[in-house]
């Protein structure tokens, strides 16, 4: 499978379960796409291999920078007319709450499509969606 | 406490299994220098976190991970002690895709050390650390002057 074939079942079957075989490092981690409130959301199950600090069973804080960027990825790539995997030019992530070694939740937003580049924001949490453990935003380049 | 005891001892500290982070071993990275404020660390090449199929280039999130435990550590070196540490924000510039098949190495500095935040620069490359994969600007919050966890010089288990 094409790696439109893969967004497009993406996009128009809300079929996510072949996104893993786009983008490898989601199924190494155990990253997976769901529907919830008509939104994407991207989960990432609890697992040991997460811990960055062993001493305080808290989630690395770059995997948590990477569940954002891949969040963020994932919102592009459902956006209409988008058929390339977007690149990263730029990421900034805040850190506001430690993570535990539970399942952690993100939702990205796309603030501005450009034909070259976006603007995204995401956020994740795990048990309270009010209370997020870390933020992105980042520029992307589309082409 | 002497730099370079310290060095030494935060070496066979961090070498220890039970010491090192689970994600970091998970990614096979490694520390591969360690000096006051500077640390560098490496990660190979995993076809498994590619961020694209097609073209096989790592995740970003491969590199942000390499970044971030680099800053870290090089925080650690300039603390000259071990204290509880917390990323408080990084920003990464992606300055071009990392090549498929090749190690990614972070060297992170960490410039100024303050009573409650450290501030850290950071790059990640290939071989020539004059042709950067990536950009780093970090802080960190010392959250704890005891960390968790055994003592720096307490003997291995």
């Not at chain 1, 490898?24 to 697992?47: I, K, N």
């Not at chain 1, 920078?65 to 030019?89: C, H, M, N, R, Y």
């Not at chain 1, 795990?126 to 453990?133: C, K, L, S, Y």
């Not at chain 2, 090549?99 to 290939?126: D, E, S």
């Amino acid at each position: 499978m094409s790696f439109a074939d893969i967004i497009h079942a993406a996009r128009e079957s809300r079929d996510y379960a072949r996104l893993g075989q786009a983008i490898p490092y989601m199924d190494a981690l155990g990253l997976s796409v769901e529907e919830q409130d008509g939104r994407v959301v991207l989960l990432l199950a609890a697992a040991e291999l997460h811990v960055g600090n062993p001493w305080k069973q808290a989630l690395h804080g770059g995997l948590i920078g990477a569940v954002l960027e891949t969040a963020a990825i994932v919102q592009l790539i459902l956006e209409p007319d988008v058929e390339t995997l977007p690149k990263p030019i730029n990421i900034t992530v805040d850190y506001l709450r430690s993570g535990r070694v539970v399942p952690t939740r993100a939702v990205a937003e796309v603030t501005k499509l450009g034909r070259r580049v976006a603007n995204v924001h995401a956020r994740c949490w795990q048990d309270d969606e009010a209370r997020p453990i870390a933020t992105l935003s980042g520029h992307f380049l589309m082409t | 406490m002497n730099d370079s005891i310290f060095l030494d001892q935060l070496r066979v500290f961090l070498a220890r299994p039970g010491n090192r982070s689970p994600h970091n071993n998970f990614l096979g990275l490694e520390i591969v220098h360690l000096e006051h404020a500077r640390a560098v660390l490496r990660v190979p090449y995993d076809a498994r976190l590619a961020g694209n199929a097609t073209t096989g280039v790592l995740h970003g999130g491969v590199i942000t991970t390499a970044i971030d435990s680099a800053c870290g550590v090089s925080v650690i070196t300039a603390l000259g002690k071990r204290m509880g540490i917390a990323t408080l924000d990084l920003r990464i510039d992606y300055l071009k895709p990392a090549q498929p098949g090749q190690a990614v190495t972070a060297a992170a500095h960490c410039y100024k050390v303050t009573r409650n935040i450290c501030f850290v620069r950071a790059i990640a490359y290939h071989a020539d650390r004059d042709d950067p994969i990536a950009n780093c600007a970090a802080s960190f919050m010392i959250t704890s002057l005891e960390p968790a966890g055994p003592a720096l010089d307490e003997a291995a288990p």
